[in-house]
């Protein structure tokens, strides 16, 4: 038995989907933005801050990140609308680790009210976004988790996940992460000041130099 089977069957793939050589393609409806009432949990705000940090860290060549556009397909129009969001391999953010010599970074970046993150479900890291932050491991890539929540902010490699996962954990806890201090100066979002987070430390504690 292979170790991404393992993986995603302990994450509930179905049996007849344990196969395929690509992620589980996932379909949600978007909800309509003027109806949204969680717009601190749905993920968007905690991208913004994300891309403002790398901003900062680009700009002082320790690394770049770009913003990954979910692939999508719009079908209907008015209130039968819907967006199905396709399979993909990427994550939310990539980039290139400069201080590293170029390593490939590869981002998963989620926020939650609550401190903890469900793992193989929507609201959380599905098994798809697993698999494919394994895929990128493999390939020698520092991929994980940058996650908000109530109580901070917390750093997670793929190893950990994927320790937490083959536990038969439903969920990921702070107490599975690493928690990443707040960076030398604040950074600007939306027109605002917000705090900066120097998760490149983590990034360094979790990696050794060369891609292994």
Known sequence: MSKLYEIQRALGV???VLTQRIPVAEVEQEPD???????????RDWEEHVKAIGVDY??????TLEKVNPASRIIGGG?????????????????VWTARGGRAIFLEAKSTQEARLPLGRPGGLT????AGLRLWTLS???????WRCDEGVFWAPYRDIEQAVV??????????????????????VAGAKRKSWNFELNLSASYPRKAV
């Open 14 to 16: 179905a049996p007849e």
């Open 127 to 130: 098994a798809a976004q697993v």
């Open 79 to 95: 209130a039968a609308r819907k967006v199905i969001f396709m399979s993909t391999r990427l994550v939310d953010f990539v980039g």
């Open 167 to 188: 536990r038969g954990q439903k969920s990921l806890r702070t107490e599975n992460c690493q928690s990443v201090v707040p960076g030398p100066k604040d950074v600007v």
């Open 140 to 146: 020698g890539a520092a991929a994980g988790l940058l």
């Open 33 to 43: 933005p003027v109806v949204r009432t969680n717009y601190w949990n749905d993920g």
């Open 58 to 63: 680009a700009r002082a060549g320790v690394l």
